[in-house]
T-cell receptor, first 112, second 113 residues
Framework: QQQVKQSPQSLIVQKGGISIINCAYENTAFDYFPWYQQFPGKGPALLIAIRPDVSEKKEGRFTISFNKSAKQFSLHIMDSQPGDSATYFC???????????FGDGTTLTVKP | DGGITQSPKYLFRKEGQNVTLSCEQNLNHDAMYWYRQDPGQGLRLIYYSQIVNDFQKGDIAEGYSVSREKKESFPLTVTSAQKNPTAFYLCASRPDRGHEGYTFGSGTRLTVV
């Protein structure tokens, strides 16, 4: 019930391409879905987040698509750049739960 | 600037030694967390605290201990009972109990020598 499954484990994209990372959850009580970006040797940083009352949220080149009925959400990185090369984590939480549940991470490599 | 400060950045521990990792935040966040990250792996929750003088075990609490005497501080002690402590340790905080993302520190890399 508390799992968040993230795929793929690793992803290689050409510069200018679209990177897509997917997450699926089981607990329908989750109501906050953030994505984090982590560069090597650094702590993760909040990238973008969505609540289930909307199906899409866009911030610059980063978009979250949310499918409540399928219990899935995904991160799309448009016009991917080498500087986007990092590990991306999805997460899910519910109010008053105290902690988030994280996916296992996706290592993105954008080739020049 | 508000944020989370973890220290030291690098730490070396001898076999059988206890070491304490520091985590301080000036964000006025209620909840604080400790995660362990192994190379190429995800984030595993060690302990978390939602309020001063209270904390809960995470998924991998064995061999670790914490305290929360002040809202700003959440130190983690890696005890000699932790048999494989070499890892990257991340501290995080959040303003309330649900609808906000985490703010992470820059991490402490612990190595057993």
């Amino acid at each position: 019930q508390q799992q968040v499954k993230q795929s793929p484990q690793s992803l290689i994209v050409q510069k200018g391409g679209i990177s897509i990372i997917n997450c699926a959850y089981e607990n329908t009580a989750f109501d906050y879905f953030p994505w984090y970006q982590q560069f090597p040797g650094k702590g993760p940083a909040l990238l973008i987040a969505i609540r289930p009352d909307v199906s899409e949220k866009k911030e610059g080149r980063f978009t979250i698509s949310f499918n409540k009925s399928a219990k899935q959400f995904s991160l799309h990185i448009m016009d991917s750049q080498p500087g986007d090369s990092a590990t991306y984590f999805c997460a899910a939480s519910r109010k008053n739960a105290g902690k988030s549940t994280f996916g296992d991470g996706t290592t993105l490599t954008v080739k020049p | 600037d508000g944020g989370i400060t973890q220290s030291p950045k690098y730490l070396f521990r001898k076999e059988g030694q206890n070491v304490t990792l520091s985590c301080e935040q000036n964000l006025n966040h209620d909840a604080m967390y400790w995660y362990r990250q192994d190379p190429g792996q995800g984030l595993r929750l060690i302990y978390y605290s939602q309020i001063v003088n209270d904390f809960q075990k995470g998924d991998i609490a064995e061999g670790y201990s914490v305290s929360r005497e002040k809202k700003e501080s959440f130190p983690l002690t890696v005890t000699s009972a932790q048999k494989n402590p070499t890892a990257f340790y991340l501290c995080a905080s959040r303003p309330d109990r649900g609808h906000e993302g985490y703010t992470f520190g820059s991490g402490t890399r612990l190595t057993v020598v």
